[in-house]
């Protein structure tokens, strides 16, 4: 696995139904993460961008607002309330939302994935994406999350199948998700994780016949987000009868975690992000900025 910076951790928050829940703890609640876009009006500064936090849509389903636990500079957390007629859900149905988040750079611990680093199919292509390609993710560890402050925790995996083919979501959800198939232990608590992956070392043949393989890596290489934890996949394991080991006859099973993590695609992402409504939304923000400044010069 790649060396994971301290500053990644700082992507991460987390999310509670309520404030009282955030304050104190409590176990309900999923994983989010802070995106960024760049600003586009060619007379900003390249380094302005608008912040998002993401998550899954099931994770907000029902809620009148949700709590967002994010660490402070100074130390200790700040807990932000997102009603939820200021998240954007996808207009396909898909298992992503993304809000503006209301923070202050200059209080609250932060960091963002740039959209830059969103895995597309063409930089899979360029880098050779496979399964077998490790990945990592970080989130909400519900029963060891960090009382006085957020810890995110990382888990790594292997990329298992790429088709991204449809898995259904019922009954949570009604929805058929398109879905990357990874080998890593998610659990309850994880769901709206980002998903990292980076490129793995390999073995290229000899440019001279019979000569030794080449195994070619990269050390430090680039890190893409691969896209968003929605959960993982459940084996059912039917209840035997102790004298016979026949299942019993009600049907009655036991569900168990198949260490199969199921991602959205990171190109989802990038299409939310792209909608009319964001987009109109970021240019009218862009539009606010840079008034002013005109009007000044033209004084």
Request: with cysteine; charged share 20%.
């Amino acid at each position: 696995m790649p060396h994971i910076p301290n500053e990644w951790l700082d992507a991460v928050v987390y999310l509670y139904p309520t404030e009282e829940d955030a304050r104190r703890g409590a176990r309900a609640g999923a994983t989010a993460f802070i995106v960024n876009v760049p600003a586009e009006d060619a007379r900003l500064p390249r380094n302005v961008a608008h912040h998002y936090v993401v998550t899954n849509v099931h994770a907000i389903d029902g809620r009148a607002s949700l709590a967002v636990r994010i660490n402070l500079l100074a130390g200790g957390f700040d807990v932000l309330t997102i009603p939820s007629t200021a998240w954007v859900t996808h207009p396909n149905g898909d298992d992503l939302a993304a809000a503006s988040l209301p923070f202050d750079p200059a209080r609250h611990r932060h960091a963002a994935v740039n959209r830059s680093m969103m895995l597309t199919q063409e930089l899979r292509d360029h880098w050779g994406f496979s399964p077998g390609d490790e990945v990592f993710f970080i989130g909400r560890y519900v029963d060891h999350e960090g009382k006085a402050h957020n810890v995110p925790t990382v888990r790594s995996g292997i990329v298992s199948a790429f088709p991204a083919e449809p898995i259904s979501q019922r009954p949570g959800r009604d929805h058929d998700q398109e879905t990357i198939l990874v080998e890593a232990r998610s659990l309850s608590g994880y769901s709206g994780s980002p998903v990292f992956i980076t490129p793995s070392p390999y073995i290229d043949k000899s440019p001279e016949p019979g000569g030794p393989p080449i195994v070619r890596g990269v050390t430090g290489g680039p890190c893409f987000l691969l896209g968003i934890d929605w959960g993982h996949h459940s084996w059912r394991e039917p209840v035997r009868d102790r004298l016979t080991g026949r299942p019993l006859s009600d049907g009655s099973f036991v569900s168990g975690n198949s260490g199969m993590m199921l991602v959205v695609p990171a190109t989802k992402l990038i299409s939310l992000l792209d909608t009319q409504q964001l987009v109109e939304i970021r240019q009218a923000a862009e539009q606010l900025i840079v008034q002013p400044a005109v009007e000044g010069e033209e004084a």
